[in-house]
């Protein structure tokens, strides 16, 4: 593989999958540009992701100057923005996941760039399937993908789409529900949940690092240009489920108080199971991860 081909870049690596991404693309010996917004911080390791090429950029003017400078061939799309949908984020939702894609992609082609990784939610969807998305943040993912598959594929580049399920695993601060049940068992603290009849779909980071280099393979073995879309889910089970394992694979009693917070807004209580990404297995099981975490860290008794 010549240099070029080993020149890529990143979105999204303030935030905790595209510091992953980042931090193995560049240990595995990938010249790793990270593409960031000018307001962003590192917070996932500072030490590994500090040391790479850094482009501050808003515009497609200066995400083009970044792309050629770098010759990337490869661009893994991971930025996002979730905030609520009130008049004060809304600007942020618009530009966090709609425009500034927008603009990536409108340097993309400019740049000559191949191959494009975008990352969705399964938010976007219905338990049927259907595109149906429920939140301002879900429908601009939506919106974000469409452009994808007519104007990106038009101008030459393959596009692949990874929709990302219930994303747990180590160092993760984002407050994930997995993270939340370890803390109030770490501080003997009991935990507010809803009813807990809600299905998830876990997956470890471990599994979603996978998934994007399997991707990249993927469309760099595909000569045509055109436009896909898979899911990385793993396991399914309910919340009550999740409590369960916790304790079968810690010995930690979580005291949960179900019913204590209603379910969401437009939640979706049994997530569409759709095609996973063609050659990407999940190895991580969650109670193989949790005894390992346990091995490793310990656990607190109360």
């Known amino acids: 593989m010549d240099v070029e081909n080993r020149s890529v870049t990143i979105t999204g690596a303030s935030g ?13 010996g ?3 540009n990270l593409l960031l917004r000018p307001s962003s911080k590192l917070k996932y390791f500072v030490e590994t992701l500090g040391v790479l090429k850094r482009w501050d950029c808003l515009n497609s003017d200066e995400m083009l100057l970044s792309l050629n400078a770098s010759r990337s061939n490869v661009i893994f799309h991971l930025a996002a923005s979730v905030e609520n949908d009130n008049n004060e984020s809304i600007e942020r939702l618009i530009e966090g996941n709609f425009a500034f894609g927008v ?22 969807f219905d338990s049927a399937g259907h595109v149906k998305p429920i939140s301002l943040y879900a429908d601009l993912k939506q919106a974000f993908q469409s452009v ?33 049940i370890a803390k109030a068992a770490e501080k003997c603290e009991s935990i507010e949940l809803t009813q807990g009849y809600q299905i998830l779909d876990l997956v470890n980071i471990e599994d979603v690092i ?19 879309c898979y899911f990385i889910r793993n396991e399914r089970m309910t919340l009550r489920e999740l409590i369960d ?14 019913g204590a917070k209603p379910y969401p ?35 607190k008794k109360c």
């Not at 990404?277 to 490793?296: F, Y």
Request: with cysteine; hydrophobic share 40%.
């Open 265 to 299: 807004e437009n939640i979706i209580m049994d997530p569409f199971q759709g095609p996973i990404l063609p050659g990407w297995v999940p190895k991580v099981k969650l109670e193989d991860w949790l005894i390992r975490v346990r091995n490793k860290d310990g656990f």
């Open 16 to 28: 905790y999958i595209g510091a992953f991404v980042a931090k193995t693309l560049s240990e595995a």
């Open 148 to 180: 994808l598959a007519t104007y990106g594929c038009r101008h030459g580049l393959s596009i692949m789409t990874l929709i990302l399920y219930d994303v747990y695993g180590e160092y993760d601060l984002r407050g994930k529900i997995v993270d939340r």
């Open 245 to 258: 394992k916790y304790y079968h694979a810690t010995g930690k009693v979580i005291n949960c108080k179900w």
């Open 210 to 228: 996978n998934s994007y280099l399997v991707a990249m393979d993927l469309l760099r073995k595909n000569t045509k240009n055109e436009y896909s």
């Open 103 to 124: 603009h990536l992609l409108n340097a993309a082609i400019k740049s000559g760039c191949k191959y494009f990784i975008n990352t969705g939610s399964y938010w976007q």
């Open 30 to 32: 990938f010249d790793v």
